[in-house]
């Protein structure tokens, strides 16, 4: 068994545009990652052929590391202002109705059934629901558990 323990990496703060650093350049850290692996090795000797199985577990807890975070606001995912913003941008942006011809249209999103996703009504859970996604942070934490079941035949 492996036990790893390791202090979090240093980041520097920025205001919501992400030009301004707020406080010193990496005054900040990410919080500490911690992993247990564990490897389960058995040799086998059958006739002349020599080998082994084993298994193999990384991160055998699951634990959920933190190994990004957003520089604006020190957590990995956006806060519900954030989201409400990138939102009211799009959707100040591009105010125009969706004709059920596009693509973009969504027969759940037209709650009236005039053909038509118009509105600030109609219109903007869809930007929301888009905000939600775009801002949804991909690569913030690291790997979940892993596990690997191997045979090796030594010649």
Same mark, same amino acid.
């Given at each position: 068994?492996?036990?790893?323990?390791?202090?979090?990496?240093? !980041?520097?703060?920025?205001?919501?545009?992400?030009?301004?650093?707020?406080?010193?350049?990496?005054?900040?850290?990410?919080?500490?990652? *911690?992993?247990?692996?564990?490897?389960?090795?058995?040799?086998?000797?059958?006739?002349?052929?020599?080998?082994?199985?084993?298994?193999?577990?990384?991160?055998?807890?699951?634990?959920?590391?933190?190994?990004?975070?957003?520089?604006?606001?020190?957590?990995?995912?956006?806060?519900?202002?954030?989201? *409400?913003?990138?939102?009211? *941008?799009?959707?100040?942006?591009?105010?125009?109705?969706?004709? !059920?011809?596009?693509?973009?249209?969504?027969?759940?999103?037209?709650?009236?059934?005039?053909?038509?996703?118009?509105?600030?009504?109609?219109?903007?859970?869809? !930007?929301?629901?888009?905000?939600?996604?775009?801002? *949804?942070?991909?690569?913030?934490?690291?790997?979940?558990?892993?596990?690997?079941?191997?045979?090796?035949?030594?010649?």
């Amino acid at each position: 068994m492996i036990f790893r323990l390791a202090s979090g990496l240093p !980041y520097s703060r920025t205001d919501s545009t992400g030009e301004v650093l707020v406080g010193t350049p990496n005054g900040s850290r990410l919080p500490s990652t *911690q992993t247990l692996d564990l490897l389960i090795r058995r040799s086998l000797r059958h006739g002349g052929t020599m080998g082994g199985v084993y298994l193999d577990v990384r991160n055998l807890l699951n634990r959920q590391n933190v190994v990004a975070v957003r520089r604006d606001i020190g957590e990995p995912a956006a806060d519900s202002a954030t989201v *409400q913003r990138n939102a009211e *941008q799009a959707y100040q942006a591009h105010p125009e109705a969706i004709p !059920y011809e596009s693509a973009r249209y969504r027969d759940s999103a037209d709650l009236d059934g005039n053909g038509f996703v118009e509105g600030r009504s109609e219109l903007f859970p869809m !930007y929301l629901a888009a905000a939600k996604d775009y801002l *949804q942070p991909v690569f913030a934490y690291g790997t979940p558990r892993l596990a690997r079941l191997g045979f090796e035949f030594l010649f």
